[in-house]
């Protein structure tokens, strides 16, 4: 195991210690010595979440030793190995896994397959997991894994091998288990890919019971929970519908508090993209522009968002769609005229060479880390609100919490009081009609009777939790005249403290 506090790297038959770690790493790992700065000398991404950390930590009346703990890395692991290829010929494979905070476990976090992944990225995307699980109260620490590849560059069957070997190497080095590390879906990864590493996994520990939840994000079938597909596109609704409800917000931008009418444009139309311009679309809002790698559809009358993400599944593009307008330049959907703006795609998307240039009153990070620290000095001086990642985004991590409880307890939501629910309401609803004189029809009473299923308990538990998160961000927000980005990490760092003090003070008295 890889660590930042202890850490012992065998290199040419010699150990190297914790400081030559960033410079002296293994060689063909593609880690840079230091971190590169942007055209624009802002910071990269892991130095972009440390210095929002920063902010934060300067009001959250912490103290400078828990600050320090809770913003280092515990644990790192980067391994390789190979893949032979049909043609007799092997293809080095590269895989990262990091554990930001173990303040509590197992720790959370998704596996990306993408050819940006580096150590550095999915050491950011850790601690950005840390204090999302924080802000929204699921008991996780952070983690993010990746393997450095492009998925549509290999076969299926080839996916399939790298994705098992990977998981071999998370459980040889205790990098993956229910009580540990559990996994999930990312960029470039899904369903069949957490199926894969859930089956290894078992393979590999056959008496443990609680195997499934060494993973969440796999198809129902195989341990999955209803309603995690759309997770993170439905949180990323719930959490900008709750800010337009605020007075404090509708002053701020002059928008009337209600999602019908409002216009929305989304950078990014892959399952989170997707799925909150589906919810918004649904529940009143115009989309009135997506993009995407290779082009911008726009519509001031509104998408058909449904219609678009089969055309685009069909022919591969947004091009010669019914409606709208093709933009060619991608990175001109941040620059529409919106109310709502969501940046869904990658990290470091809106910066200082744009910030100027968004007409949107609301930017609701959807991806994690989309906006840098000029970027958003810029949004905020000009009155823009930014809705922070780590709270909007938090749906996926919510519902993979219940999944993960779902396989631990070996029964779907709903199976032990569906029914006794129903025959409650059904007794219920025969008094009311006796008592009115009037017999409802079968389409009422089902309405009235129904009890809930799976994927509407998961949706109620997702919509609670980020009801009570933004109120939460939003109350310290106004209590220390802070933005929201620095309230919500505010309200992380003060959660973990808790928790490590606690820790902190049990050792201390068995020392």
Known sequence: MLTRRAISIFKSGRILPTSSFKSNFVRGLSIPATLKAT????????????????????????????????????????VTFPIELEDDKNFIIRGYRAQHSRHRLPVKGGIRFSNEVDLHEVEALAALMTFKCAVVDVPFGGAKGGIQINPSDWTPAQLERITRRFTVELCQKNFIGPGVDVPAPDVGTGPREMAWIMDTYRQLNSSDVNATACVTGK???????????EATGLGVFYGIREFLSYPEVQAKTGLSGKIEGTR??????GNVGYWAAKFFQDN????????????VIQD???????????????????HNFATG?????????????????IPAALERQIGLNNAHKIKAKIVGEAANGPT??????????????VIPDLLLNAGGVCVSYFEWLKNLSHVRFGRMNKKWEEQGKMKLLG????????????????AIVHGAEEHELVYSGLEDTMIVACKETLDTANLKGIDYRTAAFVNAIQKIAVVNQSSGAMFSTQG
Request: proline fraction near 3%.
């Open 39 to 78: 055209k624009d000398d802002e910071p990269e991404f892991l130095q972009s979440v440390e210095n929002f950390f920063d902010r934060a930590a300067l009001v959250s009346g912490i103290s400078a030793k828990t600050l320090a703990q809770i913003k280092s890395t515990d644990a790192i692991l980067a």
């Open 219 to 229: 198809p129902v079938s195989q341990g999955g929970v209803r309603g995690r597909n």
């Open 284 to 295: 009143g809002a115009k989309v009135v522009a997506i993009g995407e790698r290779d082009c």
């Open 300 to 318: 001031e009358d509104g998408l058909d968002v449904e219609a678009l993400f089969k055309h685009r599944k069909l022919t591969g593009s947004f």
């Open 372 to 385: 840098t620290p000029g970027g958003h000095d810029v949004l905020t001086q000009r009155g823009i609100l």
């Open 431 to 446: 008094l009311v009609e006796e008592e009115i004189g009037r017999t409802l029809s079968e389409s009422e009473r089902r």
């Open 264 to 269: 929305v444009a989304i950078q990014g139309f």
């Open 325 to 341: 307008k093709i933009i060619e330049e991608p990175l001109s959907i941040l620059e529409v005229d919106c109310d709502v703006l």
